[in-house]
């Protein structure tokens, strides 16, 4: 027996059972990534938290329809005071290609970051810029139901007045006095009528590229926008779980929840899901800090902070090693613990599968099956259910060892069960490049073969540039060149 | 000296000299799947070819701009008459799944299919449903130059009014006089004036779900008018060259070249370029024939026309052995030989990497190098610019045997000029299963532990189908269970 799914709704900050809107459906929806620049660290935490809610509403028998968008229109440098570029936008100019070739490249390069780490796509992977029809009859109806005004050429969210009707700042904890002496005064030059209004429309400056007509003249949607509509066309008015990432609670999701009421007149979440935070050698990361560290370095090694690569399947492991609601610190100790411990439990899989059935069964294994489900279904505790499953690798290595004895029965159980939550839930699964020692072996060969590379080319020695890749790729590993360097990947 | 790059354009009917609209870049747009099912061996074909294109002009030094759609609404089930169900909301309507459902599921399987065959990622891939607003301003303008008409709420293209000033089907080599002789008269119940009218914007069935808002009432875009949109919207007005298979001339092309004249009061493409089409054991390829085969049979063998797997490697070079203009027949033994001849070119080339220096030379390269790029660039010469390398295999084995010699520079412009055609040009790769013997045992295993584990579970064997699929989990191949069957694939 499983028990009930119960999930943390930071709505109302408490475990909640999980009860769906239709029986035997599941409506989620996952803030995604703004696509302008590699994936990082910071991608990876949201993504497997939500595959893991995704594939364990699956395993429950759950019909899950997932939707998580691709911002690709609307995110401003400052998310806060919404000024500054947009962030494609720049990264378009800088890399001197059209906006849409930006979009494109990070885009592909997130899709293969999560095939890496085992995330498995949404159903529905909705565009910003693909719903800019959709955006404008939601502003449309916010305006029309009194909450919105219109100042030229942009339309902004009336939060005061919202606020009279409904209450602003429920999902982070804030009400709008606390965040009137906490904003500072617009100097006079503003349109808002306050500096916590938010941009629902903005007029596009002359130089803006990504720009549509409408009602208001020549813009583009604000960033809060795409999510009310997005996940309201594709789940419904109302739907079940949101999720997203603590940072994105305020302003985002507050911004989403007074657009959807607005609009509506009513809220459209159940249930409000977010992932805590990583932080770095107990630093926050972040490119000013210098400690900042993209997927690809990740899985390579390619960053001063790390002493090895990390497989993918380590990050995911380390990840589900904590609780999603934790902070989790990334350290090389850290990673090179999980590392040993995800070999563990992968040996274990491979020996369960050469074990042979006695008689009858020495150690009782019903316990380990209870309690792992137990800890996934409070709240999705991956933590306790791996220590759960650490516990059966131990009686693994005894039957192996011939000090305990499991029945055939028993034996087909724990396969199956194994199977289950390592592979479907977890989403673990084994490596191509086999161990942690061959993997750190071979990333550190390949680097040093990458760095000879650069070195016959800056001597023009083009024979043996020609010969190291040509070398690396008869053997199944891709070199490109890229103007930050070279990106490598067994292909 | 590589020649300059001559290109058989459809418009003309002659190969003319690629002469950019702009020094040093090239802009490309190409007909992209509607993605409602499967990719199938007709996707193969154009994709290939472009990639082909692509890769040379970027060897070529062009600053490429690829663009290449999704299309994801507006096609319907009768292409010409432009009646019966929209393809994807069938789809949607069988599968009991939202119409976006269908599409992410068939675009992610087409990306999947498409890095299998080593097909490079277009720079921009527009889907047709985030591109309504410019769908409709482009009717706007069409509707404002006289060549559409409004009737119902949908909007048509007036073809004989469009003839009277610009030629309707030169690009097909039809003329309107004999299109009215080969359509058949309209019945009285059409809004159309004449039968070869064309739709721009269609107004939505009560029950149709892909619908967006419009001057014209609630409706969908006409299939043709996507690709003249997004084509113009990200490579300009007037663009180097469109690509697209031999189907798509008429209607499909000769409406989009009526639909970019009546907007923009010109034409926007300068070079058309058509592959030619596949033929099964001489058959056209098609459903009704049952000898319809998806790119996921081929590389598995599991479709009772295919004698074994082909990996996508050996369709690759067996497309590419074949002029991108001829016909290509499909057949087990023309398949074995490619897999056969590729085989021989991946050996020579760790062969060449093998080779010792010798003070001097005994055969001159030079020829073969020259013959190659003059093949590649008159018009994409693939299978005359393989022939070469193949002369080139002879020296490398003869090389080996020690029959000839190759001086140390020579040696080094051999593997740079083998690099470049067979990588870089051509797109071939290393795969990972190594030879075809090893490629077809492999997948006739995992065929028959399929087999067997459908077997296992028609007996409610639970345990013997966990552990086949577990097992393979471990040696590294994943298997899903789909509703067509089961799919494998190697991590």
Chains 1, 2 share one sequence.
């Not at 999980?18 to 302008?36: D, K, M, S, W």
């Amino acid at each position: 027996m499983i028990p009930d799914l119960v999930i943390y709704n930071t709505l109302t900050r408490t475990k909640e059972k999980f009860e769906p809107l239709v029986a035997g459906r599941a409506g989620l929806y996952v803030c995604g990534p703004t696509v302008y620049s590699d994936s990082h660290l910071g991608h990876a935490r949201p993504n497997i938290t939500f595959d893991l809610l995704y594939r364990y509403l699956t395993f429950l028998g759950y019909k899950v329809r997932y939707v998580r968008n691709i911002t690709d229109v609307g995110h401003m440098e400052d998310e806060v005071e919404e000024t500054g570029e947009d962030k494609i936008s720049k990264k378009a100019r800088l890399e001197q290609i059209e906006p849409m070739e930006v979009v494109q490249k990070y885009m592909n390069s997130f899709h293969y970051n999560m095939q890496q780490l085992n995330v498995l796509a949404p159903n529905i992977e909705p565009r910003a810029s693909g719903h800019i029809i959709e955006q404008q009859l939601m502003i449309d109806s916010i305006l029309k139901n009194g909450f919105a005004y219109e100042k030229n050429g942009s339309v902004y969210f009336d939060v005061e007045k919202y606020n009279q009707q409904y209450q602003y700042g429920k999902l982070s904890g804030r009400n709008l006095d606390d965040i009137k002496t906490n904003t500072r005064q617009l100097d006079g030059q503003s349109e808002k009528k306050n500096s916590f209004d938010f941009a629902l429309w903005k007029k596009a400056a002359p130089e803006h590229i990504m720009r549509w007509p409408s009602k208001w003249g020549e813009g583009f949607p604000g960033w809060h926008l795409e999510c009310s509509v997005m996940s309201t066309k594709y789940l419904g008015e109302q739907f079940d779980i949101h999720g997203g990432g603590m940072d994105l609670t305020f302003p985002h999701h507050e911004c989403e929840i007074a657009q959807s009421t607005a609009s509506l007149g009513h809220e459209s979440v159940r249930y409000w899901m977010h992932n805590n935070m990583i932080t770095i050698d107990g630093q926050k990361m972040a490119r000013s800090l210098g400690n900042f560290i993209t997927l690809r370095e990740l899985f390579t090694g390619s960053n001063k902070l790390l002493q090895q690569a990390y497989s993918p399947m380590t990050i995911r492991f380390f990840i589900l090693q904590a609780h999603y609601r934790s902070t989790v610190d990334f350290s090389n100790e850290a990673l090179q613990a999980s590392e040993k411990g995800l070999e563990r439990l992968m040996n274990a899989m491979k020996t369960l599968e050469e074990l042979a059935p006695a008689e009858q069964s020495t150690v009782d294994i019903s316990a380990i099956k209870e309690n792992c489900f137990t800890a996934l279904s409070d709240d999705l505790n991956s933590p306790v259910a791996i220590a759960h499953l650490f516990e059966g690798v131990k009686i693994i290595n005894s039957v192996k060892a011939g000090t305990e004895k499991l029945s055939a029965s028993d034996l087909a159980e724990m396969k199956s069960f194994y199977s289950n939550v390592v592979f479907d839930i977890l989403g673990l699964r084994a490596e191509n490049i086999g161990g942690s020692a061959q993997n750190e072996v071979l990333s550190g060969a390949v680097e040093l073969l990458i760095s000879l590379r650069k070195e016959a080319k800056a001597n023009k020695d083009w024979a043996t540039s020609d010969r190291i890749r040509n070398e690396l790729n008869t053997i199944g590993i891709e070199m490109k060149d890229t103007k930050d360097g070279v990106e490598w990947k067994l292909k």
